[in-house]
């Protein structure tokens, strides 16, 4: 099935600042969407405001042709959200925390021992997430992505806290959600090199 995310319009002032203003976009199955600028412009307030987390002066973000305002539970099974923070609990360990989250949504055929293994967490299963470096976190965070079956990647500052490797294998799966026809919007103030289809959005 194939997916459209676009926007009409978008305005956004927070407290005395405009963050952005008249912006647009559209994005479709396979495509990858970059929301470029310095750290502070404004990158992760542009996503929640997709998201139906912050409230628009003006314009409509849509998915497929539908306002989101119209359908906020459908659009949020959609998507998968890796944030800053993991959104995880620190008590829980890795297997239960992601166990909770398939609870959640529709989760994906994949073999969670084979994700587990690619992402290098595998060692870490009976570990409490709170004991887990920034690293590690950010990776279950990953695993969390692929076992959910949704075509939408939301990705903030995904690089955060990775290694060289990690940032390779972020873009590596990236590229293949893309592939099977996924959508990924994504801010970064790094460069990103992926094969996809790719807008960019420049927040100043």
Not at 59 to 68: E, K, L, R
Request: proline share 2%; glycine share 8%.
């Amino acid at each position: 099935m194939t997916h459209k995310l676009s926007a009409d319009n978008l305005t956004l002032i927070r407290g005395e600042r405009c963050l952005f203003q008249g912006l647009s976009f559209a994005l479709e199955s396979g495509g990858l969407l970059i929301l470029e600028g310095r750290n502070g412009c404004g990158k992760t307030s542009l996503i929640r405001a997709i998201a139906g987390m912050l409230t628009l002066e003006e314009g409509t973000v849509f998915w497929d042709d539908v306002p989101v305002d119209d359908q906020r539970q459908t659009f949020h099974g959609d998507l998968v959200w890796l944030a800053h923070r993991t959104g995880l609990k620190g008590d829980l360990t890795l297997v239960e925390n992601l166990g909770f989250e398939r609870s959640l949504r529709a989760h994906s055929s994949r073999d969670p021992e084979e994700v587990y293994e690619r992402l290098g967490i595998a060692r870490l299963k009976k570990l409490v997430l709170r004991s887990l470096s920034a690293g590690q976190q950010r990776r279950v965070s990953l695993a969390r992505m692929l076992l959910a079956d949704v075509p939408l990647w939301f990705m903030d500052e995904p690089f955060t806290n990775l290694d060289r490797e990690g940032r390779a294998l972020v873009m590596e799966l990236v590229e293949e959600h893309c592939a099977k026809g996924g959508m990924c919007v994504m801010a970064a103030h790094q460069d990103v090199e992926i094969a996809a289809p790719t807008t960019r959005v420049k927040i100043q």
